[in-house]
């Protein structure tokens, strides 16, 4: 990644890329940026040197006459051209290389556009927020990547850091504190992951706790314990030193004013149960079964008691019989009937 320069880390798209408002409605490039964007480009030669993107980036100061334009304004085009075609090889598996294409692909968008004075003002950024959320959000490959990077079962390796990290860096350039605006009917906490899937304070704040977040993420987390059984997690995407696209295409005012936290409610963990209070919930738990059979025995119906008493009654009798039987050493005969009547 580029260092040559006055952030302490600069992906691929902002170091091309490091204004929103240039040449339409701007100022062009420094010969300093410029630098710049052509070192970062010349990182990544032997990936984006078919696309011809390091030369046309090289032309962005010699645009004094009509016909410079027009030349690089096509190259720019015929550049994405073979950038997207990169995407649909069947051998572009690398999911670090297809973030850096479409990151290409976003910057050559831009130029193109920002520097045709026929295109409507605005366009370039529009066309680079609607490249992130139709095209990169679709990218199955990078998608997957990321969401498995970020789930408690997978190992945080050094690439899956270093892709978490170009994300958010990329987002946080595109959107600034409105990135859990909607998009797509969902919000989203970073790419393929949304914040609906965040469901328990060690979750959300396991999340935090990666180094890629925690460095690049530039979230804020607080905890509001002042309900007796709940707490609320409250996170925010802080405000950065930079204004977004977004706002600079004046889309953040579509923005609700609800979208730009993400609050949590969890259950507070129960204290232990003390032993006072462990003998009284025994105690109630046998007098409710004793209350139970109590109940079951007295509110049957009559004919079920009468037949009890019958039984018992003859028992009793029987028990008197053999007793007497024993006293005077006789017996006791019980008289019973079998076969049918008439």
């Not at 880390?9 to 630098?35: D, I, M, Q």
């Not at 990329?170 to 600034?176: A, C, D, I, N, V």
């Not at 923005?255 to 149960?273: C, G």
């Not at 024993?326 to 049918?340: D, E």
């Amino acid at each position: 990644m580029l260092r040559a320069s006055l952030r302490v880390r600069v992906h691929l798209f902002s170091a091309v890329v490091p204004h929103a408002k240039l040449f339409n409605g701007g100022a062009p490039l420094t010969a300093k940026e410029l630098e710049v964007a052509r070192t970062t480009l010349a990182e990544w030669d032997d990936l984006l040197h078919r696309s011809g993107l390091r030369d046309a980036v090289g032309s962005l100061l010699n645009l004094d006459t009509l016909p410079k334009r027009r030349a690089l304004i096509r190259a720019m085009g015929e550049s994405m051209d073979v950038l997207r075609g990169e995407l649909y090889k069947k051998t572009c598996v690398d999911v670090y290389q297809r973030v850096q294409i479409h990151e290409a692909i976003m910057a050559a968008g831009f130029y193109q556009r920002a520097i045709d004075t026929n295109v409507l003002k605005g366009e370039s950024v529009r066309f680079v927020l609607n490249h992130y959320n139709f095209d990169v959000r679709r990218d199955v490959i990078i998608t997957k990547a990321v969401h498995d990077a970020l789930l408690a079962k997978k190992e945080v390796t050094s690439g899956s850091d270093k892709l978490i990290r170009d994300i958010l860096l990329l987002e946080r350039r595109l959107f600034g504190k409105y990135r859990f605006g909607s998009t797509g009917g969902r919000h989203w906490l970073m790419l393929s992951m949304a914040l609906s899937d965040i469901k328990t304070k060690a979750e959300i704040e396991r999340l935090m706790s990666l180094p890629s977040i925690k460095e690049e993420g530039n979230f804020s987390l607080t905890v509001d314990g002042a309900e007796k059984l709940w707490e609320t997690l409250t996170l925010i995407p802080k405000e950065e030193s930079e204004i977004s696209f977004l706002e600079t295409a004046d889309l953040h005012k579509l923005v609700n004013t609800a979208e730009l936290s993400y609050k949590l409610r969890v259950q507070k963990p129960l204290k232990p149960i003390s032993f006072s209070d462990r003998f009284k919930e025994a105690l109630l738990h046998y007098w409710v079964i004793w209350f139970s059979l109590w109940i079951m025995f007295f509110m049957v119906d009559e004919e079920i008691i009468t037949l009890v008493a019958l039984i018992f009654m003859k028992h009793q009798q029987t028990q008197r019989l053999h007793e007497e039987a024993k006293k005077t050493k006789g017996k006791v005969y019980v008289a019973s009937s079998t076969g049918s009547f008439g």
